[in-house]
């Protein structure tokens, strides 16, 4: 499972969504609906699968 972990945060999850680390930090730390990620040492990993289904979460909240 980790295989399929993207990189730490700073790195390939920001590159991907196209938005700065400090959004994405601040993704995994808001109250409602977080970006799951997960500690390891010093770095946050999140998985490929996680990130699709949040991403999914919030194409459904703004189509509301």
Known sequence: TWGRALSAIR?????LLRVSIDTVRNYV????????AYKLGREYRVL?????N????QKNVQEE
Do not use: E, H, I
């Open 48 to 52: 490929k699968v996680d990130l699709d």
């Open 54 to 57: 949040w991403l999914k979460k």
């Open 29 to 36: 730390n808001r109250k409602a609906n977080p970006l799951p």
């Open 11 to 15: 790195s390939q999850v920001a590159d």
